[in-house]
Nanobody
Framework: QVQLSESGGGLVQAGGSLRVSCAAS????????MGWFRQAPGKEREWVAS????????YYTDSVKGRFAISRDNAKNTVFLQMNSLKPEDTAVYYC???????????????????WGQGTQVTVSS
């Protein structure tokens, strides 16, 4: 079955950097769009970034543009989210998600994704 497993979360000071990873198995990773979402305490889950295929085009929510970078390694079935200049408001559980088959890119609508990881906690201290 499809499995998505996030790792790399942790505690970092404001202004610092962190890279979270998501290892995928059980799906044709290179032909699936991938996305990152996050959910802060007391808030709804929100879309953060997406990467498409086959060109690897990337898309970001406005609040992370210029600070976060999504990338993928199809040989390792892994998608990454490099987070720089972190702010306390970036504190959340970060989830990766796999897009629906046949979609070359998925954006911020959860119905565009069929599989989700369990999440990894990112905490940014002020």
């Amino acid at each position: 079955q499809v499995q998505l497993s996030e790792s790399g979360g942790g505690l970092v000071q404001a202004g610092g950097s962190l890279r979270v990873s998501c290892a995928a198995s059980g799906l044709p990773f290179s032909s699936r769009a991938m996305g990152w979402f996050r959910q802060a305490p007391g808030k709804e889950r929100e879309w953060v970034a997406s990467i498409g295929w086959p060109n690897g085009n990337t898309y970001y929510t406005d609040s992370v543009k210029g600070r976060f970078a999504i990338s993928r390694d199809n040989a390792k079935n892994t998608v990454f989210l490099q987070m720089n200049s972190l702010k306390p408001e970036d504190t959340a559980v970060y989830y990766c998600a796999a897009g629906r088959p046949g979609y070359t890119v998925s954006f911020g609508y959860e119905y565009e994704y069929t599989n989700w990881g369990q999440g990894t906690q990112v905490t940014v201290s002020s």
